[in-house]
């Protein structure tokens, strides 16, 4: 057998090799810097209240100072340079100049003295995950009323979104009219027109009306179709062949029993796309509900909410940090079951002209 | 297409144009009932808004007291030329966007190479998981990054510290606040990425196969035939972030309360706008800052669709 090296063809094969490894530890570098901001989130979420005030703490992960439960008594354990090398005592006694310790491991040796200030030393920590984190910013946060209502909020404007969209996609791409063309570039520009341009007029309307203060702005104007799901559905409906349409009518279908029946039924997938736009749309929404429902709290989504939270209680970033993983679990999951159709979806808006 | 040339009329009316007048009369009936939805929406929450604001925009309409409202001419105009905190929200806005387009763009073009690569194993799982952060919720997003940049027990000044350097105050400086707000629109690159993806892949491989005979090497082919060809794309998405930004506003006012603080670094054009129109509720003085906003809004796309001709390439330009 040759040589391997003098062989071009494992030559090439080790080429590629050594091309995967790279490109595949560089993604994995950029990954690493994706996702640090998320470990951030974890670790802190689980930080108790005492390690987010306390500077020597170990800063990465969530860590509780020792203690050492002696006569009844809870002492902390700090780290003690004795001549034979630094140990792990606990403090029995404290003052300025010198204090007495006890060693855990061998309480019945009795007290060791130290001299020194204790302040100098330094506390000994251990790994102590706070989970019941959880469960206070569940209930500071009102998480149950602030899911509600954002699901409310989501659920309603989908329905309405994806609803209006099919209606006004299948107007688009399977009827003729004088005006048509014109009407779909009006659509496709309105993408370009900030919500500002429209926003006090409909605000002072809305108001006029009592809808401010009340989902209804966040859902109701959703229900008259908007430009980038009439375009994707169009787009997909354009590719649905006529012949299945035209045997519908044949058999006596109208236009709408056409539309429930051939089109809506081949269309799943970009159905599934718009539904989960609008949806992710609506739980990412920030400004319309801070306009709409700035003054009632118990309307508010978490978006809101825990906007609020945050400016109020800027002094336990832990309970911040566990809103901020109950805000994100539930799109990111949807999105991890749903990535593939999601996806199509985007690619379909963005490159089909 | 389905109609006929309809300019070239039939001498007389026979009894198959009638049934195709008729046909045409009921495909024009079903597509009004069908687009109305988008139509009675447009004329209620679009067009009819955007005159408002405009008709709003010479008054001095307030909330509080609707019925002193009187109209005063270009008077908000004239204010807005000299209000220092217009001018200063522009800058805000423009620094944001030198920094943030040139950056944005590379990054995400070098992402969206990066999982095209042949050479990437798993491929699909990273896809999904750069994509995967655009899903995280704007707000969910600011608290997260505000806690990452703070200068205590934030990941970045302790990484910093770890290779001997000493982090800024990102929060709070003047000049830090900018990149910052810079990284945390990475995690937004997702749309960018899948769209940059699919025009790279959309690039007809007889190209590359071609040039690779005329000895072209990789970065060439990169530079020659990826880039031109994807150029749709980057339009695409050059237009969609340059009105972002000027719409820019729920990540400034999540990391500083809508303060626009340090120093008003964070009072982005929108921000600005809305502290005028619901916290000061001056709402005629919003009106002509709204549609302040839409002209440059209106002006940039316009620029932008007027480039286009020159750096653009369009595949199917010559079959007319």
């Known amino acids: 057998m040759a040589s ?8 090439a094969n080790q080429r590629e090799i050594l091309n995967k490894v790279f490109i595949t530890s560089i993604a994995l570098f950029v990954l690493l810097f994706f996702m640090a901001p998320l470990g951030y989130m974890f670790t802190t979420a689980i930080k108790s209240d005492s390690q987010m005030s306390d500077p020597d703490a170990p800063p990465w992960w969530p860590h509780s100072p020792d203690t050492f439960t002696y006569q009844g008594e809870e002492l902390p354990l700090l780290e003690v340079p004795l001549e034979d090398g630094t140990r792990e005592l606990a403090i029995v006694n404290k003052t300025r100049t010198e204090s007495t310790f006890i060693d855990p491991q061998n309480p019945e040796a009795g007290e060791i003295q130290w001299e020194g200030n204790w302040r100098t030393l330094t506390p000994v920590y251990s790994p102590d995950a706070q989970w019941q984190n959880f469960r206070t910013a569940w209930e500071e946060l009102n998480v149950p009323l602030l899911l509600r209502n954002t699901l409310i909020i989501a659920v309603f404007g989908t329905i309405g979104a994806v609803g209006s969209s099919v209606f006004v996609a299948y107007g688009f791409a399977r009827f003729n009219f004088r005006g048509k063309n014109v009407l779909f570039m009006i659509l496709i520009a309105s993408i370009i027109l900030p919500i500002q341009a429209t926003l006090i007029p409909t605000f002072i309307l809305f108001s006029r009306i009592g809808w401010t203060n009340t989902f209804l702005p966040l859902i109701v104007p959703h229900y008259f179709a908007n430009a980038y799901n009439v375009f994707l559905l169009r787009q997909y409906f354009l590719q649905i062949p006529r012949e299945l349409d035209e045997a519908a009518m044949i058999d006596g279908a109208n236009p709408l029993r056409t539309l429930i029946s051939v089109i809506i039924p081949q269309s799943v997938p970009a159905l599934t796309a ?30 809101v909410g825990l906007q609020k939270f945050n400016a109020l209680y800027g002094r336990q970033p832990n309970l911040i940090q566990t809103g901020a993983l109950i805000t994100l679990v539930i799109p990111v999951v949807i999105f991890f079951v749903a990535q593939r159709v999601f996806m199509q979806g985007i690619v379909f808006t963005g490159v089909e002209k | 297409m389905a109609v006929a040339d309809q300019t070239s009329p039939k001498p007389l009316a026979s009894p198959k144009k009638k049934q195709y007048q008729g046909l045409q009369r009921e495909q024009s009936k079903w597509g009004w009932i069908f687009i109305s939805p988008w139509v009675i929406g447009f004329l209620v929450f679009t067009l009819l808004p955007v005159i408002a604001t405009l008709v709003f925009s010479f008054t ?92 205590q027990t934030g990941w970045i000044n302790l990484a910093l510290e770890a290779i001997g350097i000493k982090g800024p105050d990102w929060l709070n400086s003047v000049v830090w606040i900018y990149p910052l707000l810079v990284m945390i629109g990475l995690w937004g690159l997702g749309n960018l990425m899948l769209t940059m993806l699919a025009g790279m892949q959309g690039v007809p491989n007889e190209i590359y196969e071609a040039s690779m005979i ?12 990826t880039l031109p060809l994807i150029t749709p794309v980057i339009f695409y998405n050059l237009t969609l972030m340059l009105i972002g930004i000027f719409k820019y506003f729920d990540m400034a006012y999540v990391l500083k309360n809508g303060t626009g603080e340090p120093n008003d670094a964070t ?45 653009v390439y369009y595949a199917g330009e010559g079959r007319g």
Do not use: C
Request: net charge positive.
């Open chain 1, 4 to 11: 391997i090296a003098s062989n071009p063809k494992s030559t």
């Open chain 1, 274 to 303: 718009v539904s989960l736009f609008h949806f992710f749309f609506a739980w990412n929404d920030f400004f319309a509900p801070l306009v709409y429902l700035v003054a009632r709290p118990e309307l508010w989504p978490l978006s």
């Open chain 2, 60 to 151: 001095n309409y307030n909330p509080v007291q609707p019925d002193n409202t009187q109209f005063i001419g270009v008077q908000n105009y004239l204010r807005m030329f000299q209000d220092a905190k217009v001018g200063k929200s522009l800058q805000v806005t423009i620094t944001y966007a030198l920094l943030a387009m040139p950056i944005s763009f590379i990054f995400g073009l070098l992402l969206a190479s990066l999982v095209n690569s042949v050479f990437l194993i798993g491929q699909h799982y990273f896809r999904t998981l750069y994509y995967m952060t655009s899903m995280i919720p704007v707000v969910a997003a600011g608290v997260i990054w505000a806690g990452v940049a703070n200068t």
């Open chain 2, 214 to 225: 005329d000895g072209a090497n990789g970065l060439q082919r990169y530079w020659n035939i």
């Open chain 2, 267 to 311: 009072l982005f054009y929108a921000l600005n706008f809305y502290k005028n129109s619901f916290e000061y509720n001056l709402m005629g003085y919003g009106s002509a800052l709204a549609w302040g906003l839409f002209i440059i809004v209106l002006v940039l796309t316009a620029l932008l669709f007027w480039s286009q001709s020159r750096w």
